[in-house]
């Protein structure tokens, strides 16, 4: 009896092998279509599903880059960050900074078919404001005292005061404007937005597919017949799916996974992110509410070290502010180069030259070098006499305490934003609503962010967070270390795709397979 | 008398497989909650920090976080019997509905899997045994050595690397398709990580097979036989192996009970939608409705599996059944 099955397994193995090798190569050629005609089908490599289809509570990386491509925004950035029209066709702040009013593109549509208008802006924007959504973005909002809409085109932001931040704040998904019709367990199962593509399918934990949105309202229309996120949980197999053939596209985390698969068919494009790696110091908790413990902290590390050890030197060291139109200059610190002596110095100021001990929580699994991290910064730290306690935490853990503020450092790696108030002002503000988190205010810097807020000129707005900036190392509130890049790798048919800062994939829209 | 015994005996069993059950439950329900973290946290992540009270109440009410532990257990174990197992937040399907399609994956991999280990176990071990020892029994050795030690992760990954980059032989990296779907794509897809399993449970096989086949073939039986002029071929394999069986049915139920529930790195690796990467996925979204139930489906199927392993040698070995 066993003979019979062998043989046909023996069969049926040696037959897939066989039918394979001739099958796979001809799979993406049937799928492109004619060379050079735009259409076809993209796939993405994506190491996890989404963890929700709804907009306003998306945060997971992979959620955000799917619902970007499906759900519209009143502004948007484009590949420089900066800010530029969305469904706002333009917008205007009054004299007094008090009030900001939007005027609507026209002729726009959901994918359900019907219109988009004020009504569903000042809905969603009531709704985003409203506690009991539990929607991620409220805070930024916390500028609109009341939204109306004088005709079908215009809504109208009535302001506490001047928010030059909240144009950049309304371009994340999770401002995404909802139709009114719409409630959170209907989009929960089907997205409807006013994206360039529209949702198609859904295979749990495997894959979700996007069609071609026909009625795109942009100038350009996307060009891909349809987008798949294709779900391959570990990176080295996304890579070896690119390299038979079966995934044209995919963004990368881990350096080594990105450097083992650039070459081939397959090209890797760095970008820096706007992420940013950090020592978190918490100024609530023991010896580190001296600033002369933090400042030898800081002068105590070298962060090329920290980037070339941990982070196989992919990535650049780099001030408080990664967006690129306000960006630190990480030469404008104390001790911009790693100075022992002058760790020492601030050490016998503190009245510790015996040196002092620091518990710092680091996150196991979260992102791929915190643990690295964390033992070179220990390293480096006894020899300035400062023992650090490592305490690695699964990430669920690592989450529990960071979001209670219960820790005296942490090994982090935190979210950048493209504009410099809703990058910091949450955090570093007496009200901000992670200032528990932050552990670190000052009336200076309350009155920093203020000021920026105010401001709407762009210079004059560089400049003051240039004073955040110093402001935040020169008391060494946190020690800021370095960014990662983006790795985007495509294969060689993906044409027009421009890949950002902030790692998302809006550049669908432009990208076309050949 | 007989029957009432028999009867006995069927009603001790359920209430022991039913007694496991619960106990799975409990342990399976407290552990979870002991994971720091909940639903909110691992959806939000770090954003979470962000929340307002009022806020997370609401998000609490909505995953029914705000009800007390005793009620949550109750609730849960109450609705599975009505056949409700609970929802996944994350992709608004029923658990049951989710593990009626990943069950029969895990399943067939199983199935694959250990078909494949039988084919390369018995024969090696039947092989070691026929002379101790010697080269051939080595070779058993080796093999067996290599399926224990070799880590399935690293024979995973080498085997996709070699076969995607030198050969472009990568099923797995298209979309899934069932048996029902597409059979031929359904067995390439299965093929590489059923290798990789069926590879690892060659090793006990083998080893058992070895062991069982050199006691039998030291029963006076079987030199009577062989005095009785049966023939070489025919006393291997109906007296030899035929007596064997009982350890390797009993190794080979443990090992497919094993694989319905812990085929999780392989079918993470080769993307393979089973029943491991549900409840691994659950894990990490804290989806406590898909991990609590999809853990006790896998209980269920370990003892049915277990069960069917028991009749099945009363069937092999006439002394169990008179026992």
């Not at chain 2, 799975?24 to 946290?41: C, E, N, Y």
Request: proline share 5%.
């Amino acid at each position: 009896m066993s003979r019979g099955i062998f043989s046909a397994i023996g069969t049926a193995a040696a037959l897939s092998i066989a039918l394979t090798s001739c099958s796979s190569p001809s799979g993406p050629a049937t799928t492109t279509g004619a060379t050079g005609k735009a259409g076809g089908n993209l796939v993405v490599g994506v190491t996890s599903d989404p963890d929700t289809l709804f907009p306003w509570k998306a945060t997971q990386f992979q959620a955000v880059n799917v619902l970007q491509n499906i759900y519209g925004t009143l502004t948007e950035f484009d590949k420089d960050l900066n800010v530029v029209p969305g469904l706002a066709e333009s917008w205007e702040t009054s004299k007094d900074g008090r009030t900001l009013t939007l005027t609507l593109r026209q002729g726009v549509t959901y994918s359900d078919g019907s219109a988009f208008d004020s009504k569903d802006v000042t809905s969603s924007l009531n709704k985003i404001m409203e506690e009991s959504t539990a929607a991620v973005a409220r805070a930024s909002l916390s500028s609109v005292k009341s939204v109306d809409a004088p005709d079908a085109h215009t809504v109208v932001l009535k302001l506490s005061g001047p928010d030059a931040a909240l144009p950049a704040n309304l371009a994340t998904v999770n401002m995404a404007m909802l139709s009114s019709d719409d409630t959170e367990e209907k989009l929960n199962a089907a997205p409807n937005g006013t994206g360039p593509f529209a949702m198609k399918k859904r295979v749990a934990s495997q894959s979700i597919t996007l069609a071609r949105n026909d009625t795109y309202w942009g100038s350009e229309k996307p060009k891909l017949d349809g987008v798949e996120f294709r779900v391959i949980p570990d990176e080295s197999s996304i890579v070896s799916a690119m390299q038979s053939g079966n995934v044209q596209l995919a963004i990368f985390n881990d350096p080594l996974v990105a450097q083992t698969a650039q070459g081939g068919s397959i090209t890797i494009a760095k970008t820096p992110q706007l992420n940013y790696h950090a020592l978190q110091l918490n100024t609530r908790r023991g010896d580190l509410g001296d600033v002369n413990v933090r400042l030898a902290i800081q002068c105590a590390i070298d962060r090329k070290q920290v980037l070339d050890t941990a982070a196989l030197s992919e990535g650049e060291v780099t001030g408080p502010i990664t967006a690129p139109a306000f960006k630190s200059d990480p030469q404008q610190r104390p001790c911009p180069t790693r100075d022992l002596a002058k760790a020492a110095e601030y050490l016998g100021k503190a009245g510790k030259p015996g040196g002092v001990t620091v518990k710092a929580i680091v996150s196991q699994g979260e992102y791929a070098t915190s643990v690295n991290e964390g033992q070179n910064l220990k390293a480096q730290l006894a020899e300035a006499k400062i023992t650090l306690d490592l305490e690695v935490l699964e990430s669920g853990a690592f989450v529990d305490r960071w979001v209670a503020g219960d820790f005296e450092a942490a090994v982090a790696l935190n979210g950048g934003r493209p504009d410099p108030d809703g990058m910091y002002s949450r955090y570093f503000t007496s009200k901000g609503n992670l200032n528990k988190v932050a552990g670190y205010s000052s009336p200076e810097l309350d009155k920093l962010f203020a000021e920026g807020k105010a401001t709407t000129d762009q210079a004059a707005r560089k400049e003051i967070y240039g004073k955040v900036g110093a402001e935040l190392e020169n008391n060494a509130a946190w020690i800021w270390l370095f960014t990662g890049y983006t790795y985007t790798g495509t294969t060689a048919q993906v044409k027009g795709f421009v890949p950002m800062a902030s790692g998302s994939l809006q550049y669908l829209r432009t990208t076309t397979l050949n | 008398m007989r029957n009432v015994l028999a009867h006995n005996r069927v009603v001790r069993r359920v209430a022991g497989m039913i007694g496991t059950l619960f106990g799975v439950a409990v342990l399976v329900f407290v552990m979870l909650r002991a994971i720091p973290g909940d639903q909110i946290t691992a959806g939000l992540g770090t954003e979470a920090a962000a929340l307002t009270p009022v806020q997370r109440e609401a998000l609490e009410r909505y995953y029914g976080l705000d009800q007390s532990l005793f009620t949550q257990f109750f609730s849960w174990l109450g609705n599975m019997f009505t056949g409700n197992f609970g929802y996944s937040a994350r992709s608004q399907q029923s658990v049951l509905e989710l593990t009626l399609h990943s069950l029969p994956v895990t399943f067939e991999l199983a199935v694959f899997s250990i078909v494949l280990a039988l084919l390369v176990g018995v024969p090696l071990g039947m092989l070691a045994a026929s002379r101790t020892n010697s080269p051939r029994d080595f070779l058993g050795q080796v093999v067996s050595l290599a399926g224990l030690s070799v880590p399935a992760f690293l024979l995973a990954t080498t085997l996709l690397s070699i076969f995607a980059a030198s050969f472009g032989f990568n099923p797995n990296g298209q979309g899934f398709a069932t048996l029902f779907e597409n059979p031929l794509l359904n067995m390439e897809q299965m093929f590489l990580p059923a290798l990789v399993l069926g590879f690892g449970i060659a090793a006990p096989i083998l080893r058992t097979t070895r062991t069982a086949v050199l006691e039998v073939r030291s029963n006076d039986f079987i030199h009577t036989a062989r005095a009785k002029g049966v023939p070489p071929g025919r006393l291997q394999v109906k007296h030899v192996l035929g007596n064997a069986l009982v350890p390797i049915v009993t190794m080979t139920g443990l090992q497919f009970g094993y694989l319905l529930g812990g085929a999780v790195v392989v079918e993470q690796i080769f993307s393979v939608p089973g029943i491991g990467r549900q409840v691994l996925l659950g894990i990490q979204q804290k989806e406590y409705a898909v991990v609590q139930s999809t853990v006790l489906v896998i209980a269920l199927a370990f003892v049915i599996v277990n069960l069917l392993t028991d009749v099945l040698y009363r069937v092999i070995d006439p002394r169990v059944r008179a026992s």
